[in-house]
């Protein structure tokens, strides 16, 4: 069965730091994995995703993820954080020609950037 | 283009009424999910349409709740004789492809409350 841990609910960073949110995921099949992000009152947009090609996935607004086999992690980072990246950011999982019920949401990381 | 639209974005209920829930997915797409996401949560799946068939119902909670998907398009979400536990955001997701892993394409969500 597949499951998503993010292991953080809450992360808060300074303007122009380092972003780091952290998911790990288990999965019976090599997994296609994704990140999305939810602003207040807004419907979640995909960031990225990985589906078994080039394991570092670079996806919109400087983001970037690297899938590790080894660690079953797919960790989303962002090398300089800015005030519009606070919003709700979720790891989600697939097993590759599975039903959609197969697409398993993570509980989500909120993301605050102090000015 | 437009996007996922819902509609209302907003339903306010008396426990025991009925409901219903508009989607309106991106023109040409054949995929249709529904999902419902409670407070501090990831969203859950509950329904996926292929065209105008229920390809997967196995995340309706119980017999209260119904959707349809006449023409391949627009959808619908019914809930029938409503409790407070339904209180929720209701997510609608639409995607070009028929995998799991074409990238879903979410509205903005309706956030009903059940009183």
């Known amino acids: 069965a597949q499951s998503v841990t993010q292991l953080d609910s809450h992360v808060s960073v300074s303007e122009g730091t380092p972003v780091l949110l952290r998911c790990n995921y288990s999965?019976?099949?090599?997994?296609?994995l994704f990140w999305y992000v939810q602003h207040p009152n807004k419907g979640l947009q995909l960031l990225l995703k990985?589906?078994?090609?080039?394991?570092l996935v670079k996806g919109i607004n400087g983001f970037e993820a690297e899938f590790k086999k080894s660690e079953t992690s797919f960790h989303l980072t962002k090398p300089s954080a800015h005030m519009s990246d606070a919003a709700e950011y979720f790891c989600?999982?697939?097993?590759?020609?599975?039903?959609?019920?197969?697409?398993?949401f993570g509980s989500g990381t909120r993301l605050s950037i102090r000015p | 283009g437009a996007g996922v639209s819902q509609t209302p974005s907003n339903k306010v209920t008396e426990k025991g009424k009925y409901v219903e829930l508009r989607c309106d997915p991106i023109?040409?797409?054949?995929?249709l999910y529904w999902y419902r996401q409670s407070l501090g949560q990831g969203p859950e799946f509950l329904i996926y349409?292929?065209?105008?068939?229920?390809?997967?119902d196995s995340g309706l909670p119980n017999d209260r709740f119904f959707a349809v998907r006449p023409e391949g398009s627009v959808s619908t979400l019914k809930i029938q004789r409503t409790e407070r536990g339904d209180s929720a955001v209701y997510l609608c997701?639409?995607?070009?492809?028929?995998?799991?892993?074409?990238?879903?394409?979410f509205g903005n969500g309706t956030r009903l409350t059940v009183t």
């Open positions: 997701a639409s995607s070009l492809g028929t995998g799991v892993n074409s990238p879903l394409h």
């Open positions: 999965s019976s099949y090599s997994p296609s």
């Open positions: 990985y589906t078994s090609a080039a394991t």
């Open positions: 989600v999982v697939s097993d590759p020609g599975s039903s959609a019920s197969k697409i398993i």
């Open positions: 023109s040409g797409h054949t995929a």
């Open positions: 349409f292929q065209g105008t068939g229920a390809a997967d």
